[in-house]
């Protein structure tokens, strides 16, 4: 039996599609809202349902053996895991944005608003630029506007809601997609499991 | 004095029982204060991956610390001139989690200095693998010992890579099985498809030496890959005339600071624990850092980690 863990939400949802046509389908798994845990013992596999940030953590302490999450949250937490494939769905990119037409004078310190600190001070660390990162966790497009922040790092799909809210790119710092990865142990122990899984779905 | 097993705790009795092997191998107890001088430790850091040590200042003003590690001051404390075998059971140090916290963890753990050759490789391994019998025993769980030869990836890396911090990418991206990205990578900095292949292959390889050889001879082109691989299959097959019943998986996913570790590097894995139970290795390396030229090879066993 293989314990995967993957995120709520629309990205999940395609993910679980994916391991569906492969054979690693769970009946009621896409119906049943408030239902956290789905087992299809036949085909091996229990499905959780988890927050997107979270899924590196059950994978990394075993709690799951393997999972889907984007490679922001892999760039984020650094979890100890296997990373085994690039599943190519929930593609988007992690970028620096600020209002439009601003340009970084390089003087003083930066505010960086985000829900990534550590993405955002590898990047800048990367150009020397010393950095003042202010965590937040949602609505990140709106600290610019209130001078709460000179410039944000956050994940952008279309661009639209930058652009609805007056910001624009500044700079990519990394394409992202989901990415399935496993606990190290148990990648050893169910080595037959998971390698017919990921050979079946990267077929 | 009987002591009667009830009143143990499965790690006490594990790691009894650990020290029961050590000794009946001809392993000589190994033991050492709690606080030692913050210089040898703050010398090589790397050696513990980088892992905070607990310091404080004696009422002389010397800075000490609460012991990060074992292996290090057997290695400080060796007489060279003769080959010894030591074993000891301590509690280590360091600061870790979330909240930085201090931590306590006990070790115990086996090690040969001096002259090192197949042999000694050999018995050690057989030794670890016999270490996590007991673990198995005392947790009820399967275990697994994976293997690896660092001189190996470093024999590849060395002929096809020859920017360090490509190198250093690479070696991550192997020990992550990251094979998507690695493939990236190589066709971003241009590297030799052989090397990208060798790579991907090895990401994707593990399992008893009969089902990896293949894999392994395609790519040991040079002296040093060649090198390490027969030293590979000499200890395998060194392992399994001392512990037949070993069950030794290669995994080159296994990746070990190449500044210390030289040559074999292992690991023990169990069911029900997320991370490793044991680990160790040759660590050639950190005797010549510590101006003692000669072969060493050890490991140490988590006993706290052990839970029924």
Request: hydrophobic share 45%.
């Amino acid at each position: 039996m293989i314990n995967i863990a993957l995120q709520k939400g629309r990205i999940g949802e395609s993910v679980y599609e994916i391991f569906e046509s492969h054979g690693y389908g769970c009946d009621d798994i896409l119906s049943d809202t408030r239902r956290l845990a789905f087992e299809n013992a036949d085909a091996g596999v229990r499905y959780f349902w988890v927050k997107p940030s979270d899924v590196a953590i059950y994978v990394e302490r075993g709690a799951a053996d393997i999972g889907v999450c984007g490679l922001d949250v892999l760039m984020e937490t650094r979890p100890d895991v296997y990373e085994l494939l690039d599943l190519g769905v929930g593609r988007c990119r992690v970028a620096v944005a600020a209002k439009n037409g601003y340009r970084d004078t390089g003087r003083g310190v930066l505010r960086v608003a985000t829900k990534f600190p550590h993405i955002a001070q590898a990047h800048f660390d990367t150009r020397g630029r010393e950095i003042d990162v202010i965590k937040l966790n949602g609505s990140i497009e709106l600290a610019p506007l209130l001078g709460l922040s000179d410039v944000i790092v956050d994940l952008v799909e279309s661009g639209k809601t930058l652009r609805e809210n007056g910001l624009s790119v500044v700079e990519e710092i990394a394409d992202i997609s989901a990415r399935l990865i496993a606990n190290k142990v148990a990648y050893k122990f169910l080595h037959g499991e998971i390698t017919r899984l990921v050979m079946s779905i990267n077929s | 004095m009987q002591i009667n097993d009830s009143v143990l705790l499965p790690s006490e009795v594990a790691a009894l029982r650990l020290r029961e092997l050590f000794a009946s191998r001809g392993y000589n107890r190994y033991e050492m204060t709690k606080f030692e001088e913050y210089a040898l430790y703050a010398a090589n850091r790397e050696f513990l991956g980088g892992a905070d040590i607990v310091t404080f200042t004696d009422s002389n003003g010397r800075l000490l610390a609460l012991r990060p590690d074992v292996t290090l001051s057997v290695a400080a404390n060796a007489d060279i001139a003769t080959t010894s075998r030591v074993y000891y059971h301590e509690n280590v140090y360091r600061r870790g989690g979330l909240a930085h916290e201090f931590r306590e963890r006990a070790q115990c753990g086996a090690e040969i200095i001096g002259d090192v050759g197949v042999r000694e490789m050999s018995e050690v391994v057989a030794l670890a693998w016999n270490a996590l019998e007991v673990l198995q025993f005392q947790a009820q769980s399967d275990v697994l010992l994976d293997i690896s030869h660092v001189g190996y990836v470093a024999g590849l890396l060395e002929k096809y890579a020859p920017a360090p911090h490509i190198a250093a990418r690479l070696n991550t991206l192997l020990s992550r099985k990251n094979a998507p990205e690695l493939t990236r990578f190589c066709r971003e900095n241009a590297l030799p498809a052989t090397l990208c292949d060798a790579l991907t292959a090895l990401c994707a390889m593990y399992g008893e030496l009969s089902e990896v050889r293949a894999t392994l001879e395609k790519y040991a082109v040079t002296d040093e890959t060649r090198a390490a691989l027969d030293e590979l299959i000499a200890v395998t097959d060194g392992v399994k005339s001392l512990a037949p019943q070993a069950v030794l998986r290669i995994d080159f996913s296994l990746t070990q600071d190449m500044n210390y570790y030289s040559g074999i590097v292992f690991q023990g894995i169990a069911t029900g624990r997320a991370a490793p139970v044991m680990s160790g290795g040759r660590y050639d390396g950190l005797m010549h850092r510590l101006g003692k030229p000669c072969g060493a090879i050890g490991f140490a066993v988590y006993t706290d980690e052990v839970r029924i």
